[in-house]
């Protein structure tokens, strides 16, 4: 069974630039949320997505957004990157439908540099 | 004051040694979870509880929901074991992606 599958894994962008980034769930698995890890901020959650619903959202700015498609892989966008954007992004999926408690299945990442 | 504390921050042991991680968090919870990451980011998910006590081979985490804390052991620690060891707490309400993350324990275990 195919694990969470992030693209692109490595990617480099200039101030101002927008990025889309991408996470392809396990096969059945409707949950996918996005988090934010950096050095001096640890990991912080942005946002989840279910049924193509955004579920819940992190404290980021509105140039972070989401959405998740009808076979539940999702994408998430920064507009107008700041060099403090530069993180690795991951995102997980989950099976349950509740959605209050399972088990999550996170993606190897995808690590942005603005320069 | 962070929501959710891990102790120690760093932890160097020798191999064969035990191994106790602590996570104490703030808030009410519906569950918590143990990840592990190794270099490079990859993050895997080690546990999750509301209450008790889980095992999976080596590693043991427990949970005491009155004194909001959890403990990660690792018995007869391997070099393979080092990584960074994260708690993480799922808010009451909140649905699954809304995680509370401590700083993380980074683990190295010497042969």
């Known amino acids: 069974k195919a694990g969470v599958t992030q693209t692109p894994r490595y990617l480099i962008k200039t101030r101002g630039q927008q990025v889309t980034l991408s996470c392809s769930p396990i096969?059945?698995?409707?949950?996918v949320s996005w988090y934010q890890q950096t050095p001096g901020q640890g990991l912080q959650f942005l946002f989840e997505?279910?049924?193509?619903?955004?579920?819940n959202k992190g404290n980021f700015p509105g140039r972070f957004s989401g959405r998740q498609f009808s076979n539940s892989r999702s994408e998430m966008n920064v507009s107008t990157l700041e060099l403090g954007d530069s993180a690795l992004y991951l995102c997980?999926?989950?099976?349950?439908?509740?959605?209050?408690?399972?088990?999550?299945?996170f993606g190897e990442g995808s690590r942005l540099t603005v320069l | 004051k962070n929501e959710v504390e891990q102790s120690p921050q760093n932890l160097t042991a020798q191999e064969g040694e035990f191994i106790t991680i602590n996570c104490s968090y703030s808030v009410g919870i519906s569950a918590l979870h143990w990840l592990q990451q190794h270099p490079g980011g990859g993050i895997v998910s080690l546990f999750m509880l509301s209450s008790g006590k889980k095992k999976h081979g080596r590693l043991i985490a427990t949970i005491n929901i009155q004194e909001k804390h959890s403990s990660l052991h690792i018995t007869a620690s391997h070099p393979r074991d080092s990584a960074v060891y994260i708690c993480?707490?799922?808010?009451?309400?909140?649905?699954?992606?809304?995680?509370?993350f401590g700083k993380g324990t980074k683990l190295s275990v010497k042969p």
């Open positions: 096969s059945g698995h409707r949950s």
């Open positions: 997980a999926s989950s099976l349950p439908a509740a959605g209050d408690t399972g088990e999550l299945f």
């Open positions: 993480a707490v799922l808010n009451y309400g909140g649905s699954q992606g809304n995680l509370i």
């Open positions: 997505y279910f049924s193509e619903t955004q579920r």
